[in-house]
């Protein structure tokens, strides 16, 4: 069965510093997805980047980065220049086809402090 | 073009009574996916439905919970008996096609048992 860690309960930065967050995940599978998902305050579940693990190429979205390591199975989120409204639960996230139902870490929540 | 919408937003119960929790998704689309996700973790898989029919259940409770997607109406999630245990945040997910690369979730109902 496949699951994902996240190790880092919470965290607290500084506004405009660059923090990553770790993920870990297992998998005997060779072509998947992976994600990051933000969740607010509002509760809402925001995709913030998705991988496709068939692509050595890391995603990246304006100030959100991934490094992804395939062979370590390792998927963590670089957030560059962090703003108050990254404050939020951020959860990482695996699908191991389209079809399948995706499995949710248990989240990291991070705090950007002003 | 509005987003996946839930309703209520919370949703209080006295044990023994019945939650219906309501998902609009989004316009044109007619795969619908509810998530559970238990205080301090991350979203678990319940059910998906596509208009009129209910395509894997393997994540629902097999006692009290059911869920339908009528051809005409929102999608309902239905609990009967609650008890606290069933205390959680309720999300909606919504897609075009099949497949959970891209899923547009709502805001999420946050039912509470007392």
């Known amino acids: 069965a496949q699951t994902v860690t996240q190790s880092q309960p919470e965290m607290s930065v500084q506004e405009a510093e660059t923090v990553t967050l770790s993920c870990t995940y297992d998998t005997s599978e060779n072509n998947y997805y992976l994600f990051w998902y933000k969740q607010p305050p509002s509760r809402q579940m925001i995709l913030v980047i998705r991988q496709e693990a068939y692509k050595q190429q890391n995603a990246t979205e304006n100030r959100f980065s991934v490094n992804f390591q395939k062979a370590a199975k390792s998927f963590s989120l670089k957030i560059s220049d962090s703003q108050l409204g990254d404050t939020a639960m951020y959860f990482c996230a695996f699908i191991k086809n389209r079809d399948d139902k995706i499995i949710f870490g248990k989240g990291t929540r991070l705090h950007i402090l002003p | 073009n509005a987003g996946v919408m839930q309703n209520p937003r919370h949703l209080v119960r006295r044990r023994g009574q019945e939650a219906r929790l309501r998902c609009s998704p989004m316009?044109?689309?007619?795969?619908v996916y509810w998530y559970r996700q238990l205080p301090e973790e991350g979203l678990k898989f319940m059910v998906y439905?596509?208009?009129?029919?209910?395509?894997?259940e393997s994540g629902m409770p097999k006692e009290r919970f059911s869920a339908e997607f009528p051809k005409e109406g929102p999608s309902i999630l239905r609990i009967q008996q609650v008890v606290r245990g069933d205390s959680a945040a309720y999300f909606c997910?919504?897609?075009?096609?099949?497949?959970?690369?891209?899923?547009?979730f709502g805001s999420g109902t946050q039912l509470s048992v007392l």
């Open positions: 316009k044109g689309h007619s795969h």
């Open positions: 439905l596509q208009k009129e029919n209910i395509i894997d």
């Open positions: 997910a919504s897609n075009r096609d099949r497949g959970n690369e891209k899923l547009f």
